[in-house]
């Protein structure tokens, strides 16, 4: 079974409308992310459905994305609260720090406080966290409780390998993963796909947010072309892998 670790499946729907079935024909077990109650709400019916049908799992998640703080993040984190106590989450995420440009870096003390808000919530309620991380990686480092949650699943590895085995060094339960980054050259990541633990690696399309260049949106269709990739670079075979990174999955959920 095929495994995307981070996905949108409400903003593919709108470049997609048949991308439940591409992700069923697939089957692909997907963790999807939500930002605002609509978009949650658009992964939950799917989720339900795909359960009362029998079909390939789709696991809802929520957060305040970093780069969406001076919406509505108060009445965003009491939905988290709410949805974790229901127990209607799959994990927590996307969250973390964005500081790419001055823009974001202007609410760089909001990012603290609401991702610490999601922290708590994610540890009170037992929940893996999905981190959104662009040039703020140093802030990782700093979060002295991420060792005590149930996993932590890095969207996007944007380390370097030294920093992912520093992680791990720490005694966090971190999980890695690589979508068309891979594919696209881009060599910190291809570095790290080749030496982090292979129990470690998972794959996302982050549909449609992360194309392979040349393409417009990203989809499940991207996943196999992922593996296929993923598994040459480390030298092991598709298969094999593909098996291996359902477990580190299942692991966590």
């Known amino acids: 079974m095929l495994i995307d670790a981070h996905c949108h499946p409400f903003d593919l729907a709108s470049h997609f409308p048949n991308a439940e079935e591409e992700r069923r024909r697939l089957c692909v077990?997907?963790?999807a992310s939500a930002c605002d109650f609509e978009e949650f709400t658009f992964?939950?019916?799917?989720?339900?459905?795909?359960?009362?049908?029998?079909?390939?799992p789709l696991l809802p998640c929520f957060a305040v994305h970093p780069q969406g703080l001076a919406q509505n993040a108060?009445?965003?984190?009491?939905?988290?609260?709410?949805?974790?106590?229901?127990?209607?989450?799959?994990a927590v995420g996307e969250c973390g720090f964005d500081l790419y440009n001055d823009g974001f870096k202007e609410t760089e003390t909001?990012?603290?406080?609401?991702?610490?808000?999601?922290?708590?919530?994610?540890?009170?309620?037992?929940?893996?966290?999905?981190?959104?991380?662009?040039?703020?990686?140093?802030?990782?480092?700093?979060?002295?409780?991420?060792?005590?949650?149930?996993a932590v699943i890095f969207h996007s590895w944007p380390g370097t390998l030294e920093e992912g085995n520093a992680l791990l060094r720490r005694g966090i339960n971190a999980y890695f993963s690589f979508g068309n980054t891979i594919i696209n050259g881009h060599k910190k990541a291809i570095q790290s796909c080749i030496s982090l633990p292979v129990q470690r690696l998972l794959t996302e399309t982050d549909a449609p947010w992360q194309p392979?260049?040349?393409?417009?949106?990203?989809?499940?269709?991207?996943?196999?072309?992922?593996?296929?990739?993923?598994?040459?670079?480390?030298?092991?075979c598709k298969k094999d892998l593909e098996a291996q990174i359902e477990n580190n999955f299942n692991e966590i959920f």
């Open 29 to 31: 077990k997907a963790l």
């Open 110 to 150: 909001l990012q603290d406080r609401i991702f610490a808000a999601h922290l708590e919530t994610a540890l009170r309620c037992d929940l893996p966290i999905v981190l959104h991380v662009r040039k703020a990686m140093h802030k990782i480092f700093a979060v002295k409780d991420l060792p005590k949650c149930k």
């Open 212 to 236: 392979c260049r040349g393409q417009s949106f990203s989809s499940w269709e991207d996943l196999p072309k992922i593996i296929e990739t993923a598994a040459a670079l480390r030298g092991i």
């Open 43 to 56: 992964n939950k019916n799917i989720a339900k459905k795909a359960a009362q049908e029998g079909a390939v």
């Open 74 to 90: 108060e009445q965003d984190l009491q939905t988290l609260d709410l949805l974790a106590k229901e127990g209607q989450l799959s």
